[in-house]
T-cell receptor, first 109, second 117 residues
């Protein structure tokens, strides 16, 4: 089976930097996705990590350590619109996707 | 280009009644997923199709849930009979074929919010 852990909630200030962690235990790990989901809306793709290291995309970066079963999403220069749930999802070599329960981020002025 | 289309957006039914959800994926996306999402939780996979073949339906409660994707394009998810615990958002997603060593991101539809009373 697969087990994915994320903090339930986080709060940060506009303009700041926040790091959202995700740990996982899975067999046949292939890669890890991060999705953003605003309240009442569908998830949207943010990043995909297969190899160890940091992937940077604008204000968002994602890191993966396969040996540690660990990933994080780094959000810089936080904006109010970044208030959302951030979902970590693991995909196996067989193509099976498992999502964490998400981290609800609240950005305050 | 149109995104993933789902209908209906909202559905209220009484328990023991049947209900069906429809999904039309992004053109060219051969992989289609149905998820169930409860409030405060992540999406839970119900079934994954590669073209018209259900390649993973291990988490589909087959006693009451069924799905089909007859021509490898749009898909229908059915519940019969519905139970109170089925109240949730049902999300459809699609992606390009997985190939080689990697997988493609999923594009989600707006979902169908089901309320069973």
């Amino acid at each position: 089976g697969q087990n994915i852990d994320q903090p339930t909630e986080m709060t940060a200030t506009e303009g700041a930097i926040v790091q959202i962690n995700c740990t996982y235990q899975t067999s046949g790990f292939n890669g890890l996705f991060w999705y953003q989901q605003h309240a009442g809306e569908a998830p949207t793709f943010l990043s995909y990590n297969v190899l160890d290291g940091l992937e940077e995309k604008g204000r968002f970066s994602s890191f993966l350590s396969r040996s540690k079963g660990y990933s994080y999403l780094l959000l810089k220069e936080l904006q109010m619109k970044d208030s959302a749930s951030y979902l970590c999802a693991v995909v196996t070599n067989a193509g099976k996707s498992t999502f964490g329960d998400g981290t609800t981020l609240t950005v305050k002025p | 280009e149109a995104g993933v289309v789902q209908s209906p957006r909202y559905k209220i039914i009484e328990k023991k009644q049947p209900v069906a959800f429809w999904c039309n994926p992004i053109s060219g996306h051969n992989t289609l997923y149905w998820y169930l999402q409860n409030l405060g939780q992540g999406p839970e996979l119900l079934i994954r199709y590669e073209n018209e073949e259900a390649v993973d339906d291990s988490q589909l409660p087959k006693d009451r849930f069924s799905a089909e994707r007859l021509k490898g394009v749009d898909s229908t998810l059915k519940i019969q009979p519905a139970e109170l615990g089925d109240s949730a958002v049902y999300l459809c997603a699609s992606s390009l074929d997985s190939g080689g060593q990697g997988f493609y991101e999923q594009y989600f539809g707006p979902g169908t919010r089901l309320t069973v009373t």
